[in-house]
């Protein structure tokens, strides 16, 4: 699905049908960031922990290749998980044969993937569950050892003032020993994007010549520069300038 045609179906079928708050930001971030995996050959299955309706699951869906897995994990209660089945019957018909539920009430209580996963390896895993500091961390521990090399993990809700654990647990993940070198290399007013150190210059240019993610500017992070994408200024630094940063 091109930019175009993936803008008209989020915009007419996705926004208008699915409740959420997964952001335009970042479903803009997700396309250019799946498509720039699948151009360098990044292979891997997809998995999201938090699926509530479907509004980011399903971006996932439409956007992967036909071969690859999309884990959803959630608590699939009802009514949500029916909303869910409806919308992903409906608006993503064409992978719902790859797609793999698993119900998992208690994401503290998992101590490792559940076996479900087994021998899975993920090209992208979205962090949208719990918010609190050992429950990001209890997600990140359990679920980012799948990670493909270019692998990326986007975290939910880093920058909420409501939910400083999520900021925490991704400081101490990416210090701690089970975080292998992974770093945040992009962020969104309410996501941060992390992959492993070497890849973040790729993923960062990719993102800056995307012209896709807003007003862009370059900042120290942990563990390297970080690109602010849909940077609340009017006017960042030119593309030159910014590619000649990232190097
Ligand atoms: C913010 S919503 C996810 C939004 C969704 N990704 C979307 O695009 O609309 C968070 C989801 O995670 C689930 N959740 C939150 N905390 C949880 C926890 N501690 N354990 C299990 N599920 C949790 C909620 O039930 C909800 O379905």
């Known amino acids: 699905m091109d930019q175009v045609a993936f803008g008209?179906?989020?915009?007419?079928?996705?926004?208008?049908?699915?409740e959420g708050g997964f952001d335009k930001a970042d479903v803009l971030l997700f396309y250019v960031l799946l498509q720039t995996q699948q151009a360098a050959g990044v292979e891997g299955d997809l998995c999201e922990?938090?699926?509530?309706?479907?509004?980011?699951?399903?971006?996932?869906?439409?956007?992967?290749?036909?071969?690859?897995?999309l884990f959803c994990l959630g608590a699939f209660d009802e009514p949500e998980a029916g909303v869910?089945?409806?919308?992903?019957?409906?608006?993503?018909?064409?992978?719902?044969?790859?797609v793999v539920e698993?119900?998992?009430?208690?994401p503290m209580e998992l101590a490792g993937p559940p076996p479900a996963m087994e021998g899975a390896?993920?090209?992208?895993?979205?962090?949208?569950?719990?918010?609190?500091?050992?429950?990001?961390?209890n997600d990140l521990r359990n679920f980012a050892p799948l990670?493909?090399?270019?692998?990326?993990?986007?975290?939910?809700?880093?920058?909420?003032?409501?939910?400083?654990?999520?900021?925490s647990a991704m400081t101490a993940f990416c210090l701690s020993e089970a975080g292998q070198g992974f770093v945040p290399f992009a962020t969104t007013p309410a996501k941060a994007y992390l992959c492993h150190r070497p890849f973040a210059p790729f993923f960062q240019r990719?993102?800056?010549?995307?012209?896709?993610?807003g007003t862009l500017s370059l900042t120290d992070g942990l563990g390297g520069p970080v690109l602010v994408c849909f940077a609340r200024a009017e006017t960042g630094p030119s593309r030159d300038a910014l590619l000649a940063a990232i190097g």
């Open 206 to 213: 990719a993102l800056v010549t995307s012209g896709a993610a």
């Open 8 to 18: 008209a179906f989020f915009n007419e079928e996705l926004d208008f049908h699915v």
């Open 121 to 137: 390896t993920l090209r992208f895993l979205h962090l949208d569950a719990g918010r609190g500091h050992r429950e990001m961390l």
């Open 49 to 69: 922990l938090g699926v509530h309706q479907g509004r980011s699951a399903i971006v996932l869906g439409k956007v992967k290749r036909p071969n690859e897995r």
């Open 102 to 106: 698993i119900r998992v009430p208690e």
């Open 84 to 98: 869910f089945r409806a919308h992903a019957r409906r608006l993503m018909p064409e992978s719902l044969a790859t």
């Open 147 to 167: 990670a493909a090399g270019g692998g990326i993990l986007a975290l939910e809700g880093v920058f909420d003032p409501m939910s400083p654990g999520v900021a």
